[in-house]
């Protein structure tokens, strides 16, 4: 049965970087679309970006844009994020989730598959 297990994550100090991974566990990802997702404490999740499953297309939140690039590798069966010019406000649980379609508004009921998460933190 697909899993999607994301990792990556960890304690950064403000304008650092760090590249998130999400890899398929029993199944493959291949050619399928697949977004990130974040969620702050107390805030509600919200979509970070998507990328089609040929990587030909990607969409990225306004708050995100510049910062950070999704990109995916279909022979190691992984999609990534990059993560930029970190800031305090990215601190979030980073999901990764899979889709039939990458919509730039991100609706949360389109995406059929979670991973488990994985922290970031944005700190001094």
């Known amino acids: 049965q697909l899993q999607l297990v994301e990792s990556g994550g960890g304690l950064v100090q403000p304008g650092g970087s760090l590249r998130l991974s999400c890899a398929a566990s029993?199944?493959?990802?291949?050619?399928?679309?697949i977004g990130w997702f974040r969620q702050a404490p107390g805030k509600d999740r919200e979509g970070v970006s998507c990328?089609?499953?040929?990587?030909?297309?990607?969409n990225y939140a306004d708050s995100v844009k510049g910062r950070f690039a999704i990109s995916r590798d279909n022979a190691k069966n992984t999609v990534y994020l990059q993560m930029n010019s970190l800031k305090p406000e990215d601190t979030a649980v980073y999901y990764c989730?899979?889709?039939?379609?990458?919509?730039?508004?991100?609706?949360?009921?389109?995406?059929?598959?979670w991973g488990q998460g994985t922290q970031v933190t944005v700190s001094s």
């Open positions: 029993g199944g493959t990802l291949n050619y399928k679309s």
């Open positions: 990328i089609g499953g040929y990587g030909t297309y990607t």
């Open positions: 989730a899979r889709t039939g379609r990458c919509i730039a508004t991100m609706p949360e009921s389109g995406y059929n598959l």
